[in-house]
């Protein structure tokens, strides 16, 4: 960066100190953040006051939706990225969410959300990865990487087994098919 544009930059910031609202839609410009991280940005440089006032003014434009954002989240996670609930709302949690939140937003938006149906999907998606190697691979190899996949993904021990025993009884019936 040259020195006048420094100058500039520091001139220009040094004159006009950004208002708490200013200073959020800043934020918000570069990602989309729940309403206690935006919290916790402005508490650095602005008084509660002030604070206050942004997220009000925020939630009036519309800027700022917790709830917008948690089914949005939610939606991406379990369509591309196949995960628990548990886990999303876990993540959501580090991001200030509440879980009671969650879950109420959870069981609106998706009224018919089957953990096992999306650690079928997961399993599905990875299936490539979890049967690498040759075609009589270790079926205890398999089963482990398949177990732990979806652990990483938050399932419980009871969805992995239900759901590995599926898939291992679908890839059986391909295998043992006659036009293979």
């Not at 650095?44 to 939630?59: D, F, G, S, V």
């Not at 519309?62 to 948690?70: G, K, N, W």
């Not at 369509?79 to 709302?89: C, V």
């Given at each position: 960066?040259?020195?006048?544009?420094?100058?500039?930059r520091?001139a220009?910031?040094a004159?006009a100190?950004?208002s708490a609202?200013?200073?959020?839609?800043?934020s918000?410009a570069?990602r989309?953040?729940?309403?206690?991280e935006?919290r916790?940005?402005?508490?650095?440089r602005?008084?509660e006051?002030?604070i206050?006032?942004?997220?009000?003014?925020?939630r009036?434009?519309?800027?700022?939706?917790?709830?917008a954002?948690i089914?949005?989240?939610a939606?991406?996670?379990?369509?591309h990225?196949?995960?628990?609930a548990?886990l999303?709302?876990s993540e959501?949690?580090?991001?200030g969410?509440?879980?009671?939140?969650?879950r109420r937003?959870?069981?609106?938006e998706f009224p018919?959300?089957d953990?096992?149906e999306v650690a079928?999907r997961?399993?599905?998606q990875?299936?490539r990865?979890?049967?690498?190697?040759s075609?009589k691979?270790m079926p205890?190899a398999?089963?482990?990487?398949a177990?732990?996949?979806?652990?990483s993904?938050g399932?419980s021990?009871?969805?992995?087994?239900?759901?590995?025993?599926e898939?291992r009884q679908?890839?059986?019936?391909?295998e043992d098919s006659?036009l293979?």
């Amino acid at each position: 960066m040259s020195r006048s544009l420094r100058r500039r930059r520091t001139a220009s910031a040094a004159a006009a100190p950004l208002s708490a609202f200013d200073d959020a839609c800043r934020s918000l410009a570069r990602r989309r953040l729940t309403e206690a991280e935006i919290r916790l940005r402005l508490s650095r440089r602005h008084p509660e006051t002030e604070i206050k006032a942004a997220i009000r003014k925020l939630r009036d434009y519309r800027y700022l939706d917790d709830d917008a954002l948690i089914a949005d989240y939610a939606r991406d996670r379990l369509l591309h990225s196949p995960r628990s609930a548990e886990l999303i709302e876990s993540e959501l949690e580090r991001r200030g969410i509440e879980s009671d939140h969650f879950r109420r937003v959870l069981e609106a938006e998706f009224p018919d959300y089957d953990e096992r149906e999306v650690a079928r999907r997961a399993l599905k998606q990875h299936s490539r990865v979890i049967l690498s190697g040759s075609k009589k691979a270790m079926p205890q190899a398999q089963r482990e990487r398949a177990l732990r996949f979806l652990r990483s993904r938050g399932f419980s021990y009871e969805v992995m087994l239900e759901v590995w025993e599926e898939f291992r009884q679908q890839k059986k019936m391909v295998e043992d098919s006659p036009l293979c």
